[in-house]
C-alpha cells in the first residue's frame, strides 16, 4: 500500500525556517517525481515545488521561489523541503505527493500543518 | 504566470448530474486533472490526462477537455459526492490549480 506521512511541521515566528519531511513506503520511491502542495486554511490548493526522481530538477511556484527548498533522500525513502524566510502568508497545511506522467499526482499524504505567527 | 478559472460553487440534486468547468486560454492544449477534496480530507485523484479514471473511481465520474474549457462531469450525484473540486492544467511549463468549486448536493 502506497504510504506518504509528512511530518516536522508547527509553530514559527515571522522570518524563521522550518524544514518539513515527506516519508514514502509502499512503492519505489527513486523511480517517482514527487511535489509539494499546500492548502492555506479555507483556502484552496496551491502547487509549490517539484523535484524529479534523480534529483537533478527542482521547479518552485513564483510565491516561494528563493526562498524554499525541495530535497529528497532516495536511500532513505524520503522527501524534504526546508523553509525559509517564512511570512503569515505561508501559513498552511503542507501535503506531499506522488507524481505521474503529466503532472498527474496520484497519491497524496495527509499534510503538515506550518504556522506562522508571532 | 497562465490561470484557470472555476466556479465556486455549483448545487445538484440527488441522482441528476452535475458539471464543474475549468477555463483557461487554450485549455485544450494542456493535460487536465481533476482532484476531490472532502473536508478535512487530503485530495484524491479523480481524473488525469483530461479523461482517464484512476482504478477505483466511479464511472460516474467522466472529464472532458475543449477549447478553452475543460468539464468534470458527475453523473447521478451521490450526497457522498459533496466536496471540493479541483482543476489542474498541466504542460511542461504549467502547474496549477483552479480555484477550486464546492459541490453541495441539495
Known amino acids: 500500500e502506497v504510504q506518504l506521512v509528512e511530518s516536522g511541521g508547527g509553530s514559527v515566528e515571522p522570518g524563521g525556517s522550518l524544514t518539513i519531511s515527506c516519508a514514502a513506503s509502499g512503492f519505489t520511491f527513486n523511480n517517482y517525481d514527487m511535489s509539494w502542495v499546500r492548502q492555506a486554511p479555507g483556502k484552496g490548493l496551491e502547487w509549490i515545488s517539484y523535484i524529479t526522481y534523480g534529483g537533478s530538477t527542482k521547479k518552485y511556484s513564483a510565491s516561494v521561489e528563493g526562498r524554499f527548498t525541495i530535497s529528497r533522500d532516495n536511500a532513505k525513502n524520503s522527501l524534504f523541503l526546508h523553509l525559509n524566510t517564512l511570512s503569515v502568508e505561508d501559513t498552511a497545511i503542507y501535503y506531499c505527493?506522488?507524481?505521474?506522467?503529466?503532472?498527474?499526482?496520484?497519491?497524496w499524504g495527509r499534510g503538515t500543518l506550518v504556522t506562522v505567527s508571532s | 504566470s497562465y490561470e484557470v478559472t472555476q466556479p465556486p460553487s455549483v448545487s445538484v440534486s440527488p441522482g441528476q448530474t452535475a458539471s464543474i468547468t475549468c477555463s483557461g486560454d487554450?485549455?485544450?492544449?494542456?493535460?487536465v486533472c481533476w482532484y476531490q477534496q472532502k473536508a478535512g480530507q487530503s485530495p484524491v485523484l479523480l481524473i488525469y490526462?483530461?479523461?482517464k479514471r484512476p482504478s477505483g473511481i466511479p464511472d460516474r465520474f467522466s472529464g472532458s477537455n475543449s477549447g478553452n474549457t475543460a468539464t468534470l462531469t458527475i453523473s447521478g450525484t451521490q450526497p457522498m459526492d459533496e466536496a471540493d473540486y479541483y482543476c489542474q492544467p498541466w504542460d511542461s511549463s504549467t502547474r496549477v490549480f483552479g480555484g477550486g468549486t464546492r459541490l453541495t448536493v441539495l
Open positions: 490526462q483530461d479523461t
Open positions: 505527493a506522488r507524481d505521474q506522467s503529466f503532472g498527474v499526482s496520484d497519491f
Open positions: 487554450k485549455l485544450e492544449n494542456k493535460y
